[in-house]
């Protein structure tokens, strides 16, 4: 005996609804792409301004990526976010320490590198080197 018309038919949009709610909860909780992943130092940076001058004030930054997660410790502060994709680059809302830096100088550039960070468009691997770069920044980050 086979099923009524309007039983296929709904039993077939419920399989249907459940794979794509599957598939969507699959991609929320995509991984970082191993090659993104560990720890990397700043080493270069620029924005609309120009030069962040790490050399001259010996401000550092470091990122350690995990498989969903970055966790930053900042030129004064620390910043953590859920990634979301890395190229395009998207943080999920974090949470971040908002302690001033001692030196004025150091907090225009901390504020300059988080904003750089957040409102990065692209993040990949060129050379060795960890490159996230937006509209008009560039950061650059080497393995530790």
Known sequence: MTQPRRKRA?????AITAAAALVLGLSACASVPAYVRGEWVLVEARDAAGDLGLDATGASATLIIDRTRLDVTSICNTIG???ESVDPWRLDEGTATEQACVDPVLNDLNARFTTALIDADHARVEGGELVI????????????
Do not use: H, N, Q, Y
């Open 10 to 14: 709904t039993t077939a949009v419920v």
């Open 81 to 83: 976010a859920d990634i």
């Open 133 to 144: 770069v937006g509209e008009d920044s560039r950061l650059a980050f080497a393995p530790r």
